[in-house]
């Protein structure tokens, strides 16, 4: 069945320092794939996305990087600020609409 | 994107009570989602809500025990009944409008089964 899990539950990284977040996936039908941001109290966060026809996909500060032979994905936070810190998933689809989560890394930012 | 809201933000129950949670979408989505998510956990899917129709249910979660509601397209209810202390959690709805993948999160309802 699809899962997607994570490497590492926790990352703590130094200001502007680059932060980068892993993830597996097992579904090798997945074709889409997002990255949301939690911070406490609050509904996940849309950050940026991919398609599998795509190995690089670039937003402001955030790139996602997608290795479809190995199934893995990671997104990468250039500059990491406080504000950064967050818990953050990564989710995949394959085949129908809904979205299958992992299981989180919680990101500390330390000043 | 789409701006949700949900009400209540949070809610204390007594066990054997129902707590009807309400979803906004400020724009029409084409499908409308409900998550339920455990306190330091991931986010489990407990069902598609469809308009007009019966929600389709995942596995582990019947219609019994959380009835759904899409009235429209912007609008949708989630009930948990009678509720035991395992219903602690927090619950959260989505929107995805049509033609996009992206799913777009309310803030979620924090409840607690006393």
């Known amino acids: 069945g699809e899962s997607v899990g994570l490497h590492l539950p926790t990352l703590s990284v130094q200001e502007g320092d680059n932060s980068i977040i892993n993830c597996a996936y097992s579904?090798?039908?997945?074709?889409?794939f997002i990255w949301y941001k939690q911070e406490s109290g609050k509904g996940p966060q849309f950050i940026i996305d991919?398609?599998?026809?795509?190995d690089k996909r670039q937003g402001q500060r955030v790139t996602v990087l997608l290795n479809k032979t190995v199934k893995h994905l990671s997104l990468q936070i250039a500059a990491t600020q406080p504000g950064d810190s967050a818990v953050y998933f990564c989710a995949e689809k394959g085949g129908s609409e809904k979205l299958v989560f992992g299981k989180g890394t919680k990101l500390t930012v330390n000043p | 994107s789409a701006v949700i809201s949900q009400k209540p933000s949070r809610d204390i129950c007594q066990r054997g009570t129902s707590l009807t949670i309400q979803c906004q979408v400020d724009s029409q989505v084409t499908m409308m989602f409900w998550y339920r998510q455990q306190p330091g956990q991931s986010l489990t899917l407990i069902a598609t809500a469809n308009q007009g129709s019966e929600a389709t249910y995942e596995s582990g979660f019947v219609i019994d025990k959380f009835p759904i509601s899409r009235p429209n397209l912007t609008f949708s209810t989630l009930t948990v009944s009678n509720m035991s202390p395992e219903d602690s959690s927090i619950y959260l709805c989505s929107g995805q409008t049509g033609g996009a993948y992206e799913q777009y999160f309310g803030p979620g309802t924090r409840l607690t089964v006393t």
């Open positions: 991919i398609r599998s026809n795509m």
């Open positions: 579904n090798s039908a997945s074709d889409y």
